[in-house]
């Protein structure tokens, strides 16, 4: 009695089909991801809806007028000879006593301004230290850092 020979099996039968359709449906994820990044929202674009030019989003509310915005207050410190030169706002200040003087004013006026501290790469920790806990100390809520060289004065 002759045994039944199996049938031969081709490469290409044995599931290796699924191999390319697999790195096509890798490489259009791939595609697809990447043309999305940094797209622009639709809804945030303004059109123009029946001869008006009002936005397309009509569920923002329109700004209150009467809304306090609060202003962003620059501290600048810069080295001088042999201390410091500190501005508030692009106005010199005669020292740190004076600094604090005008923000404890501004803090009884408006707890909730900005502070921007922009200090110059050459200046000593101490005297940056002594101006954050000053604004700490007086509970400003957002005391933010500038990044990059001061304006230097004419």
Same mark, same amino acid.
């Given at each position: 009695m002759?045994?039944p020979?199996?049938?031969?099996h081709? /490469? $290409?039968?044995?599931?290796d089909?699924?191999? !390319?359709? *697999?790195? &096509?449906?890798?490489?259009l994820? &791939?595609?697809?991801i990447?043309?999305s990044v /940094? /797209?622009t929202a639709?809804r945030?674009?303004?059109?123009e ?8 989003? !009509?569920q923002?509310?329109?700004?209150d007028?009467?809304?306090? =915005? +609060? !202003?962003? *207050? =620059? #501290?600048? #410190?810069e080295?001088? %000879?042999d $201390? @410091?030169a *500190?501005?508030?706002?692009? =106005?010199?200040?005669? /020292?740190?006593?004076?600094? %604090?003087?005008?923000l %404890?004013?501004l803090?009884? @006026?408006d707890?909730? $301004?900005?502070?921007i501290?922009? #200090? +110059?790469?050459? @200046?000593?920790v101490?005297?940056f230290i002594?101006v954050?806990?000053?604004?700490? $100390?007086l %509970?400003f809520?957002?005391i933010s850092?500038? &990044?990059?060289k001061?304006a230097?004065?004419?």
């Amino acid at each position: 009695m002759k045994i039944p020979r199996r049938p031969k099996h081709l /490469g $290409s039968q044995d599931g290796d089909t699924m191999t !390319p359709m *697999i790195d &096509v449906v890798f490489l259009l994820l &791939v595609f697809f991801i990447c043309a999305s990044v /940094g /797209g622009t929202a639709d809804r945030l674009l303004p059109a123009e809806l029946k001869g008006t030019t009002e936005a397309a989003d !009509p569920q923002e509310p329109a700004e209150d007028p009467d809304e306090w =915005q +609060h !202003p962003a *207050i =620059q #501290i600048r #410190i810069e080295p001088e %000879q042999d $201390s @410091v030169a *500190i501005f508030l706002d692009e =106005q010199r200040l005669a /020292g740190p006593d004076m600094l %604090q003087d005008r923000l %404890q004013r501004l803090a009884a @006026v408006d707890p909730e $301004s900005r502070i921007i501290l922009n #200090i +110059h790469d050459d @200046v000593r920790v101490q005297p940056f230290i002594d101006v954050y806990d000053l604004c700490q $100390s007086l %509970q400003f809520p957002n005391i933010s850092f500038a &990044v990059g060289k001061p304006a230097t004065n004419p």
